[in-house]
């Protein structure tokens, strides 16, 4: 997969060196040229000098072609705006935003755009927003063989119960992460726009679960 990261800062170029680690291809913004020395001569992803939010940079980066944005450069007016044309001008649906200010997480996580703040901001946090699967489960059990892990959610089950997503894809839904709060789910919480889900399941059925998640609830029920 593709992936266009504005911002070459530490944050930045963690994640970039992370993803490229993984096997995904990387372009980084930055309107500081300089910028690109922390990325090193190892990495071999594209270097795009310009405004991150400008769509003709986005288009040089390869947002075009990208499954997944991320918005960590040092003006959390900058991240949310990049963010949101990542979003709703290319259609990126795997997008996140690093924030300073965490009072704005809960207008960011209404647009829809999942937010890592700056005090508690690891790379795999990250990583878990823009790759559904990319990430290493948050715990697993001793014996390895159930693990907690967020899962990404198509925008098909939203609007429909915790209960109905876990009869269906045979997850428990440990906890949702809403507007930058966690919240313990009962059977009667519905799924709403920019909910992080975080559920246990058996590690020999991640690829069934994810699949389940993505494709949405079954049009038979």
């Given at each position: 997969?593709?992936?266009?990261?504005?911002?070459?800062?530490?944050?930045?170029?963690?994640?970039?060196?992370?993803?490229?680690?993984?096997?995904?291809?990387?372009?980084?913004?930055?309107?500081?040229?300089?910028?690109?020395?922390?990325?090193?001569?190892?990495?071999?992803?594209?270097?795009?000098?310009?405004?991150?939010?400008?769509?003709?940079?986005?288009?040089?980066?390869?947002?075009?072609?990208?499954?997944?944005?991320?918005?960590?450069?040092?003006?959390?007016?900058?991240?949310?705006?990049a963010?949101?044309?990542?979003?709703?001008?290319?259609?990126?649906?795997?997008?996140?935003?690093?924030?300073?200010?965490?009072r704005?997480?809960?207008?960011?996580?209404?647009?829809?755009?999942?937010?890592?703040?700056?005090?508690?901001?690891?790379?795999?946090?990250?990583?878990?927003?823009?790759?559904?699967?990319?990430?290493?489960?948050?715990?697993?059990?001793?014996?390895?063989?159930?693990?907690?892990a967020?899962?990404?959610?198509?925008?098909?089950?939203?609007?429909?119960?915790?209960?109905?997503?876990?009869?269906?894809?045979?997850?428990?839904?440990?906890?949702?992460?809403?507007?930058?709060?966690?919240?313990?789910?009962?059977?009667?919480?519905?799924?709403?726009?920019?909910?992080?889900?975080?559920?246990?399941?058996?590690?020999?059925?991640?690829?069934?679960?994810?699949?389940?998640?993505?494709e949405?609830?079954?049009?038979?029920?």
């Open positions: 997969m593709h992936v266009v990261i504005m911002g070459c800062g530490r944050v930045g170029s963690t994640l970039a060196h992370s993803l490229e680690q993984q096997g995904h291809t990387v372009a980084v913004i930055d309107q500081d040229p300089t910028a690109f020395r922390r990325l090193g001569s190892g990495f071999s992803g594209r270097r795009v000098t310009g405004i991150g939010f400008d769509q003709d940079t986005l288009r040089e980066a390869g947002i075009e072609e990208a499954g997944a944005f991320a918005a960590v450069s040092s003006g959390d007016n900058s991240n949310i705006i963010a949101r044309v990542a979003r709703e001008m290319f259609g990126i649906e795997n997008v996140a935003a690093r924030i300073y200010d965490p704005r997480a809960e207008v960011y996580q209404r647009l829809g755009i999942p937010t890592v703040a700056t005090v508690r901001w690891t790379a795999d946090q990250m990583l878990r927003r823009l790759l559904p699967s990319g990430a290493e489960p948050l715990w697993r059990d001793p014996s390895g063989g159930v693990q907690l967020e899962v990404h959610i198509s925008s098909a089950w939203i609007g429909h119960k915790v209960s109905r997503l876990q009869e269906e894809t045979g997850v428990r839904v440990a906890f949702l992460t809403r507007l930058g709060e966690a919240m313990l789910p009962n059977s009667n919480t519905v799924l709403q726009e920019g909910d992080l889900v975080h559920v246990m399941m058996r590690v020999n059925d991640v690829e069934k679960v994810e699949a389940a998640f993505a949405g609830p079954e049009e038979s029920h």
